[in-house]
């Protein structure tokens, strides 16, 4: 069984267009993550969810929105598209308390989505 | 601000070798730390974690070891072979908040 599950797993766009990318954990946790991996492999923050309230932003344009249904889902919007944006974004999960004060919180990553902006 | 870096960028052994792949960050005060491995194309998958209160973390051939007050962490894998072959990550949870801050990886190629 998928734990972290992301579509698509390929996004080929033109600029100026808007996407979305959908997350779906299934190992019961609380919190849920998105990161981006630029072309140099470097993995970032964006934004992070406990229990479907937003509790970190990353200083990413407003372009990018996160949105959580459920605490399973994190889906990620992005408008009006840019040539860089272009890069792996990788959704994760992990149990953590609100407050972050879990004795385990292992974070476990989907298999990212390379978006690829023309 | 906390700053992760993992030395050497690239390594290539021969099967058999023991690899030893170092993180090193500039803030000691931090809340748990993650090595990952990523293989090309895919996803990361957690290798282990260590709490802060932790010196080390074993699971099966690796050992990861935690120096709070140097900020260091080495992974060690132990008879090493072709399916180790991937880019190693290193990640520190600052807080309580949960955000990691990765390095940017160490490259391990086993040759047969």
């Known amino acids: 069984d998928t734990a972290v599950s992301q579509t698509p797993k390929y996004l080929v766009t033109q600029m100026g267009n808007d996407k979305s990318i959908k997350c779906e954990q299934n190992l019961g946790h609380d919190t849920m993550y998105w990161y981006k991996q630029d072309s140099k492999k470097f993995l970032k923050i964006m934004f992070s969810?406990?229990?479907?309230?937003?509790?970190i932003n990353e200083t990413v344009p407003n372009r990018f929105s996160p949105k959580s249904p459920d605490k399973a889902h994190l889906n990620l919007h992005i408008n009006s598209l840019e040539l860089g944006d272009s890069a792996v974004y990788f959704c994760?999960?992990?149990?953590?308390?609100?407050?972050?004060?879990?004795?385990?919180?292992?974070?476990?990553f989907g298999p990212g989505t390379r978006l690829t902006v023309l | 601000k906390q700053e992760v870096t993992q030395i050497p960028a690239a390594l290539s052994v021969p099967e058999g070798e023991n690899l030893v792949l170092n993180c090193s960050f500039t803030?000691?005060?931090?809340?748990?730390l993650q090595w990952f491995r990523q293989d090309p194309g895919k996803g990361l998958t957690s290798l282990l974690l260590?709490?802060?209160?932790?010196r080390e973390q074993t699971s099966g051939r690796l050992n990861a070891s935690l120096d709070k007050s140097s900020g260091r962490s080495t992974l060690y894998i132990a008879a090493s072979q072709p399916g180790d072959s991937a880019t190693y990550l290193c990640a520190v949870r600052p807080d309580s908040w949960g955000k990691l801050q990765f390095g940017a990886g160490t490259q391990v190629v086993v040759t047969p």
């Open positions: 994760a999960s992990s149990q953590d308390l609100a407050g972050g004060h879990s004795s385990y919180n292992e974070q476990f």
């Open positions: 260590i709490q802060s209160s932790q």
């Open positions: 803030d000691s005060a931090i809340y748990n």
């Open positions: 969810y406990n229990n479907k309230e937003l509790i």
